[in-house]
């Protein structure tokens, strides 16, 4: 898998495919598409008040600093949507975190 991960951040297209939310342990997979190419990881969701993060594990921040040249917002994107998903929002997949042909826009509410 590391091969996988450390040629993918060349890559021009990353959406977002699936989100599976374990309420219980308060854990978050996703699942990825880069150019074709599927991939997942894990993070755990963090609230304190008002106050919302998601913990990235190691793997999964590694792989978001990878698109960070293509689009610096792409940390934050990928909690938007999160969050949206998480509250019970309508998100529909696969969404599109960065784009060649396109621009990927996540409206902040």
Do not use: C, H, Q
Request: aromatic content about 10%.
């Amino acid at each position: 898998m590391k091969d996988v991960v450390d040629t993918l951040f060349i890559k021009k297209n990353l959406d977002v495919k699936s989100i599976v939310f374990l309420r219980r342990m308060r854990e978050i997979i996703y699942t990825f598409e880069v150019d074709g190419v599927n991939i997942s990881f894990e993070g755990k969701l963090r609230k304190n008040g008002d106050i919302k993060g998601i913990e990235y594990g190691d793997k999964l921040e590694s792989f978001l600093m990878n698109f960070m040249p293509v689009d610096r917002d792409v940390s934050k994107k990928l909690s938007l949507i999160t969050w949206r998903y998480v509250e019970g929002e309508s998100v529909e997949f696969p969404i599109s975190l960065i784009s060649s042909s396109a621009s990927a826009n996540i409206v902040p509410k």
